[in-house]
């Protein structure tokens, strides 16, 4: 190709990959509003639609159940549509799910329909690194850091203005309002299929003008200790993560806290995961071997569980804080699938296997962790039982830090 074909094709390049770059990020701002505008409310809802701790154990299990289940099939859904039409998909089911749950009559049709709602995120879970991936190879560290400090925002903001939208308009439309989100979503992903028609599967680093990757196939992942150390690392973060989005309002309400601090304190444990967000990708990227920001994230980890447990009420920003700080390795996680492997199909093949079964485990933490509350009469066992995920995560983290790529390792 000649410098001036080059020059001829960059605008529409340009605008190819702006239109993408929009649609990861609006994407990334949808993929766990779902999941955090609901927790601060389930007081409320429990009341309205008469249910009680139990229910709250399943719904929090919901969100990583159905992550899980959708993780280990969007690598089949994506051989049949290809990744940008997986993510049209994903954004259409997340959008008609959050609207719809906000009519719910009863228990049975808010979970059901929050489970639509979590399918589509559960396959923008996975769709999103490969996507990034293939159109971004040349900024992995950029828009990394970008897609999933909005995935950190959806975090953040959602359970902030839950109580507040709650009281001036009720829950329904608390939790209804987050679908105008999905809809902004799909848009751009709209455009995309529509401008990619037929050519789904094709490597969009040779049309960028960079050198042509081999679109290798996944090979045996389950026989690489790398991809079994993303798994246990990934794992981990999530059960802890889910486990807090899910009881630490009711831990701190314990405690003598007000529904709204409570709240609150959710908002604040997003916001620390976003901080994290903005420094974790970029240092994976610059760093051979990122282990020591593991050791630091389970450092934070049982910091903020100790004081969580001793002092809920004095000091409470700050364990949540701490706590929300070791939230880093997700964002690791998410990173190094793209820096540990060497092309698209690889980066989806790994985000596959590492989401698919790190929800599995994770989807046991809120219904467990509200179990052994029950069981034990405390929260002294469940956090404890946190602290030795912190020790699985030191264990996964060390293997999959590691300087080698996915390809070599099996």
Same mark, same amino acid.
């Given at each position: 190709?000649?410098?001036?074909?080059?020059?001829?094709?960059?605008?529409?390049?340009?605008?190819?990959?702006?239109?993408?770059?929009?649609?990861?990020?609006?994407?990334?701002?949808?993929?766990?509003?779902?999941?955090?505008?609901?927790?601060?409310?389930?007081?409320?809802?429990?009341?309205?639609?008469?249910?009680?701790?139990?229910?709250?154990?399943?719904?929090?299990?919901?969100?990583?159940?159905?992550?899980?289940?959708?993780?280990?099939?969007?690598?089949?859904?994506?051989?049949?549509?290809?990744?940008?039409?997986?993510?049209?998909?994903?954004?259409?089911?997340?959008?008609?799910?959050?609207?719809?749950?906000?009519?719910?009559?009863?228990?049975?049709?808010?979970?059901?329909?929050?489970?639509?709602?979590?399918?589509?995120?559960?396959?923008?879970?996975?769709? &999103?690194?490969? =996507? !990034?991936?293939?159109?971004?190879?040349? /900024? *992995?560290?950029?828009?990394?850091? $970008?897609?999933?400090? %909005?995935?950190?925002?959806?975090?953040?903001?959602?359970?902030?203005?839950?109580?507040?939208?709650?009281?001036?308009?009720?829950?329904?439309?608390?939790?209804?309002?987050?679908?105008?989100?999905?809809?902004?979503?799909?848009?751009?992903?709209?455009?995309?299929?529509?401008?990619?028609?037929?050519?789904?599967?094709?490597?969009?680093?040779?049309?960028?003008?960079?050198?042509?990757?081999?679109?290798?196939?996944?090979?045996?992942?389950?026989?690489?200790?790398?991809?079994?150390?993303?798994?246990?690392?990934?794992?981990?973060?999530?059960?802890?993560?889910?486990?807090?989005?899910?009881?630490?309002?009711?831990?701190?309400?314990?405690?003598?806290?007000?529904?709204?601090?409570?709240?609150?304190?959710?908002?604040?444990?997003?916001?620390?995961?976003? &901080?994290?967000? =903005? !420094?974790?990708?970029?240092?994976?990227? /610059? *760093?051979?071997?990122?282990?020591? $920001?593991?050791?630091? %994230?389970?450092?934070?980890?049982?910091?903020?569980?100790?004081?969580?447990?001793?002092?809920?009420?004095?000091?409470?920003?700050?364990?949540?804080?701490?706590?929300?700080?070791?939230?880093?390795?997700?964002?690791?996680?998410?990173?190094?699938?793209?820096?540990?492997?060497?092309?698209?199909?690889?980066?989806?093949?790994?985000?596959?296997?590492?989401?698919?079964?790190?929800?599995?485990?994770?989807?046991?933490?809120?219904?467990?962790?509200?179990?052994?509350?029950?069981?034990?009469?405390?929260?002294?066992?469940?956090?404890?039982?946190?602290?030795?995920?912190?020790?699985?995560?030191?264990?996964?983290?060390?293997?999959?830090?590691?300087?080698?790529?996915?390809?070599?390792?099996?």
């Amino acid at each position: 190709m000649t410098e001036a074909d080059v020059r001829s094709r960059a605008p529409h390049l340009f605008r190819g990959r702006v239109l993408v770059f929009a649609a990861i990020i609006v994407s990334a701002l949808t993929l766990r509003a779902a999941v955090t505008s609901i927790s601060p409310l389930f007081g409320r809802i429990g009341a309205d639609l008469h249910f009680g701790s139990a229910v709250v154990g399943l719904v929090g299990m919901l969100p990583p159940a159905m992550f899980a289940v959708f993780g280990l099939l969007t690598p089949i859904i994506v051989k049949r549509t290809g990744l940008e039409r997986a993510a049209l998909i994903a954004m259409t089911l997340t959008t008609i799910g959050m609207a719809t749950r906000a009519f719910a009559p009863g228990t049975a049709s808010l979970l059901g329909l929050s489970a639509i709602a979590l399918a589509g995120m559960g396959i923008g879970n996975v769709v &999103i690194p490969p =996507l !990034v991936k293939r159109y971004f190879s040349d /900024r *992995l560290a950029v828009v990394s850091t $970008l897609y999933i400090c %909005a995935l950190q925002i959806s975090t953040m903001v959602p359970p902030l203005l839950a109580v507040p939208v709650a009281e001036a308009h009720g829950w329904r439309i608390s939790i209804g309002v987050w679908s105008l989100v999905g809809v902004a979503a799909a848009v751009p992903w709209l455009g995309v299929v529509l401008a990619r028609r037929g050519r789904d599967t094709e490597d969009v680093s040779a049309e960028a003008g960079s050198a042509a990757v081999h679109e290798a196939g996944p090979g045996k992942i389950w026989r690489s200790s790398l991809a079994w150390g993303m798994v246990c690392m990934f794992a981990m973060t999530s059960f802890i993560t889910y486990s807090m989005l899910t009881w630490l309002p009711t831990i701190l309400t314990d405690a003598g806290i007000d529904e709204a601090l409570a709240g609150a304190s959710v908002a604040a444990f997003g916001a620390m995961g976003l &901080i994290s967000s =903005l !420094v974790a990708p970029s240092l994976c990227a /610059r *760093l051979r071997n990122p282990f020591g $920001l593991v050791v630091a %994230a389970a450092v934070f980890y049982l910091v903020g569980f100790a004081g969580l447990y001793f002092s809920p009420t004095s000091g409470t920003v700050l364990w949540v804080c701490f706590i929300g700080l070791g939230t880093m390795t997700f964002p690791m996680s998410l990173t190094l699938i793209n820096l540990r492997t060497r092309t698209p199909a690889g980066s989806s093949g790994l985000s596959g296997f590492t989401q698919g079964l790190g929800y599995v485990v994770s989807a046991t933490g809120p219904l467990s962790f509200g179990l052994l509350h029950t069981l034990s009469g405390g929260w002294a066992v469940p956090i404890l039982v946190l602290t030795g995920c912190v020790a699985v995560l030191l264990v996964g983290g060390f293997f999959c830090c590691r300087p080698r790529m996915l390809e070599d390792t099996w």
